[in-house]
């Protein structure tokens, strides 16, 4: 595992690590139950059109046993799970895991495995999985290269990783845009909508303090992963990293 660093950032602010833990749990245990419209605030809607991408990029297929980790409401899972695969579902707060067992309850789908569990130190054994996919949680754990290393540990031979992340758009005027949009309008309208205009407002600012698409995509391979890829979507203002456990 790698040392854990003596602050870390929780938004625009550089906090102690277990304190950016705590104050993370807070924000997803207040949004959970809104979670699809954080997520179409964050995103304009266009989340769902991404996720789907995502599951065609990762390629799921029958009898695979696939992680979904930080993947508490399923919206991952469930694309995931239409494939034939055996899906496990994990995330660190339990609140986020009651709405996808309840999500899941009523799609009438019992084959998925729900788990409380920390991204940077799982409970699962050595190579267990045929993929990994984290979906808009990277940039919320603690210490994202444990977690990477962790994701590493439990992947099989030959298993992948997948994950699905905001990040910085090189569009010229697009991001000028988006930064207004972002961080002046969608804390706002999550007063307005969800009545939490601060648990949207550092959900925006992790997207800033998170690493550029070169920089993740470096820890990735510092992980142990190899034919590490990134495709950006909208110049980058989101992306999808990829990696090979060989």
């Not at 899941?104 to 991204?119: F, L, Y």
Request: aromatic content about 12%; charged content about 30%; overall charge negative.
């Amino acid at each position: 595992m790698s040392d854990t660093p003596t602050t870390v950032s929780f938004g625009y602010e550089d906090v102690a690590p277990e304190e950016k833990t705590r104050r993370v749990g807070e924000v997803f245990a207040s949004v959970a139950k809104r979670y699809d419209i954080m997520n179409d605030l964050m995103s304009a809607g266009m989340h769902r059109v991404w996720k789907d991408d995502f599951v065609r990029a990762l390629r799921p297929r029958a009898g695979e046993h696939i992680l979904d980790m930080a993947g508490g409401t399923g919206d991952i899972a469930f694309r995931i799970e239409a494939s034939g695969a055996e899906v496990t579902v994990a995330d660190i707060n339990p609140n986020m895991l009651e709405v996808g067992i309840e999500r899941a309850a009523q799609k009438g789908i019992t084959s998925m495995v729900w788990r409380e569990e920390n991204a940077e130190k799982l409970s699962f054994p050595d190579r267990s999985f045929d993929g990994y996919t984290i979906a808009f949680g990277i940039r919320n754990v603690t210490d994202i290269p444990a977690a990477l290393k962790e994701a590493h540990r439990v992947l099989k031979f030959g298993g992948r990783f997948f994950c699905l992340e905001f990040s910085t758009t090189e569009w010229p005027g697009f991001g000028e845009i988006y930064d207004v949009y972002s961080e002046k309008l969608v804390p706002r309208i999550g007063e307005f909508v969800a009545k939490d205009g601060d648990s949207y407002r550092y959900l925006i600012e992790s997207i800033r303090r998170f690493p550029k698409m070169p920089e993740f995509a470096a820890m990735i391979e510092t992980a142990g992963f190899k034919n590490v890829k990134y495709r950006p979507i909208l110049g980058g203002a989101v992306a999808i990293h990829s990696g090979w456990k060989i």
